[in-house]
């Protein structure tokens, strides 16, 4: 199964940029305005990607190569040292398009 079905990715050309609301709303028109606990966060940057995330009300996925330390001022649900943990961690079997990821242990 391709990985465009279990995970979307979205810019914008105008004037809405991580962590501002905006990209989100786009964001989430794009993919058909799904349930806010239906969506994770991908990201490496703290300051956008992840509080941006989380300002937004949605969980997110803090990706640390580096294992730098977690911050205790940035909300992060889950963290990763590798991309392939994302599908291990998130999509047994590559089949599912919404993920239940409370389920899924390794919280920060």
Request: net charge neutral; charged share 20%; glycine share 12%.
């Amino acid at each position: 199964m391709a990985l465009s079905r279990t995970f979307a990715q979205f810019g914008c050309a105008f004037d809405c940029s991580k962590p501002r609301p905006g990209i989100f709303d786009v964001a989430f028109a794009r993919m058909g305005r799904p349930r806010k606990d239906e969506v994770l966060m991908i990201g490496d940057s703290l300051t956008s990607d992840i509080k941006g995330g989380s300002d937004y009300g949605i969980d997110t996925c803090w990706y640390n190569p580096s294992g730098a330390p977690c911050p205790t001022d940035v909300a992060i649900t889950y963290e990763i040292h590798a991309l392939g943990e994302l599908l291990t961690r998130f999509c047994p079997g590559f089949g599912a398009v919404w993920i239940p990821f409370r389920q899924s242990a390794g919280l920060c």
